[in-house]
């Protein structure tokens, strides 16, 4: 089964701006797109109409700009978390509109896009009103974060490497590293990083280890390796106004009052002025 780009709409500026981010993608990926519009079903039959109507016209101007594309159109009605979830879950990538520097916004209140970045078992790209197709110009690269083993990051690296395949673009692969405390320490630790040449080098290694499956795999994306002792959230952020894209794993803490995503997540995808992709671990 061929799985959509899937961009959600509610009329916004944000939302406009992400579907013509995910009509790019979806032409470059050769996929379809599906536009929907999540939320709870109205009794006044002449808005409903409107939402009906302003999809369309939205579907049309897409079609106008990307001929070739396929493009279908819903109304999800019901819990906007729990429908944007399920269209994320047959998609290849679910986008929504945020606001800079802010929450996302629109259908998306509160803790309801957090909600839907933590839940969603696919990528979610999270768009600005500001972006334009220029931002996505050559030079822009890739951004990804990488921490821990290989398979820690797996997901974020594959998901990173394939858009810039497809973009003809370079990644920056960023791992960040702190000293660690006196209690972190160990016969074992210490033996590895002795064995490295000390803890900037075993970093360096690390992400040696993690890249290596994804150079071989595509040996034509131009690869900067990124190592700075730092929290992952600023070393990141600090590369952030050369990017096209950010691209960041994704950890979820669970609590009586919701699912939240990660501190690194949550400030990259609140202060990076590129769309940001968060990915699920797979």
Same mark, same amino acid.
């Given at each position: 089964?061929?799985?959509? =780009? *899937?961009?959600?709409?509610?009329?916004t500026?944000?939302?406009?701006?992400?579907?013509?981010?995910?009509?790019?993608?979806?032409?470059?990926?050769?996929?379809?797109?599906?536009?929907?519009?999540?939320?709870? @079903?109205?009794?006044? !039959?002449?808005?409903?109409?409107?939402?009906?109507?302003?999809?369309?016209q *939205?579907?049309?101007? =897409?079609?106008?700009?990307?001929?070739?594309?396929?493009?279908?159109?819903?109304?999800?009605?019901?819990?906007p978390?729990?429908?944007?979830?399920?269209?994320?879950?047959?998609?290849?990538?679910?986008?929504?509109?945020?606001?800079?520097?802010?929450? =996302?916004?629109?259908?998306?209140?509160?803790?309801?896009?957090?909600?839907?970045?933590? !839940?969603?078992?696919?990528?979610?790209?999270?768009?600005?009103?500001?972006d334009?197709? !220029?931002?996505?110009?050559?030079?822009?690269? =890739?951004?990804?974060?990488?921490?821990?083993?290989?398979?820690?990051?797996?997901?974020?690296? @594959?998901?990173?490497?394939?858009?810039?395949?497809?973009?003809?673009?370079?990644?920056?692969?960023?791992?960040?590293?702190?000293? +660690?405390?006196?209690?972190?320490?160990?016969?074992?630790? &210490? @033996? &590895?990083?002795?064995e490295?040449?000390?803890?900037?080098?075993?970093?360096? @290694?690390?992400?040696?280890?993690?890249?290596?499956?994804?150079?071989?795999?595509f040996?034509?994306? +131009?690869?900067?390796?990124?190592?700075?002792?730092?929290?992952?959230?600023?070393?990141?952020?600090?590369?952030a106004?050369?990017?096209?894209?950010?691209?960041?794993?994704?950890?979820? %803490?669970?609590?009586?009052?919701?699912?939240?995503?990660?501190?690194?997540?949550?400030?990259?995808? %609140?202060?990076?002025?590129?769309p940001?992709?968060?990915?699920?671990? *797979?």
């Amino acid at each position: 089964m061929t799985r959509p =780009i *899937t961009v959600g709409a509610d009329g916004t500026a944000e939302s406009l701006a992400a579907v013509h981010w995910a009509a790019r993608e979806a032409v470059r990926r050769a996929l379809p797109l599906r536009v929907v519009h999540a939320g709870e @079903k109205s009794d006044d !039959e002449g808005r409903a109409a409107g939402v009906r109507e302003a999809l369309a016209q *939205t579907a049309r101007e =897409i079609t106008g700009r990307h001929p070739g594309l396929q493009v279908t159109t819903d109304v999800i009605d019901g819990d906007p978390v729990e429908a944007l979830v399920a269209a994320a879950d047959e998609a290849e990538t679910l986008v929504l509109g945020s606001r800079g520097h802010g929450a =996302i916004v629109g259908f998306l209140l509160g803790s309801v896009g957090q909600q839907v970045i933590a !839940e969603s078992t696919r990528p979610v790209v999270l768009v600005r009103a500001e972006d334009r197709a !220029e931002s996505e110009a050559a030079g822009r690269e =890739i951004v990804v974060g990488q921490q821990g083993g290989p398979e820690d990051s797996a997901a974020a690296l @594959k998901f990173a490497f394939e858009t810039a395949a497809v973009r003809g673009a370079a990644v920056r692969v960023v791992r960040a590293w702190s000293l +660690p405390t006196v209690f972190t320490y160990s016969p074992g630790s &210490l @033996k &590895l990083l002795d064995e490295a040449g000390g803890l900037e080098p075993y970093e360096q @290694k690390a992400l040696a280890e993690a890249l290596q499956p994804w150079l071989e795999r595509f040996p034509d994306v +131009p690869v900067t390796r990124h190592v700075e002792m730092g929290s992952a959230g600023e070393v990141l952020l600090s590369v952030a106004a050369g990017a096209q894209l950010m691209v960041v794993g994704r950890r979820v %803490h669970r609590s009586a009052v919701g699912s939240r995503i990660g501190s690194v997540a949550h400030g990259v995808v %609140h202060h990076a002025p590129s769309p940001v992709a968060v990915v699920p671990p *797979t």
